[in-house]
Nanobody, 124 residues
Framework: QVQLVESGGGLVQAGGSLMLSCAAS????????MGWFRQAPGKEREFVAG????????DYADSVKGRFTISRDNAKNTVSLQMNSLKPGDTAVYYC?????????????????WGQGTQVTVSS
């Protein structure tokens, strides 16, 4: 079992930056591909970014490419999401997730462990 706790959300103006962090306990994070997802009110949860077990591979949703960067520190059992050039459309609850499967999954159903989420609000 993996417990995940997100932090770093908040209110920021458009064009600003935030860094989200996800701390894991219970198991070594390096055993799992990790992902960040988000869910806006009235919308389905969507993939934002993913990173392989070692951090050698990453993947991003088209909407955040070039603005967001996912990284991990397996020694510290943490995963981060640096978000730059934020837009009002990025407003959502952001979730950290861990997958037991191999590779770098991008769908919600492929992830097994989820944090409680952290709110990100971008004002115009």
């Amino acid at each position: 079992q993996v417990q995940l706790v997100e932090s770093g959300g908040g209110l920021v103006q458009a064009g600003g930056s935030l860094m989200l962090s996800c701390a894991a306990s219970g198991r070594t994070l390096g055993n799992y591909p990790m992902g960040w997802f988000r869910q806006a009110p009235g919308k389905e949860r969507e993939f934002v970014a993913g990173i392989s077990r070692t951090g050698s591979s990453t993947d991003y949703a088209d909407s955040v490419k070039g603005r967001f960067t996912i990284s991990r520190d397996n020694a510290k059992n943490t995963v981060s999401l640096q978000m730059n050039s934020l837009k009002p459309g990025d407003t959502a609850v952001y979730y950290c997730a861990a997958a037991r499967s191999a590779g770098l999954p991008t769908s919600v159903g492929r992830y097994d462990y989820w944090g409680q989420g952290t709110q990100v609000t971008v004002s115009s």
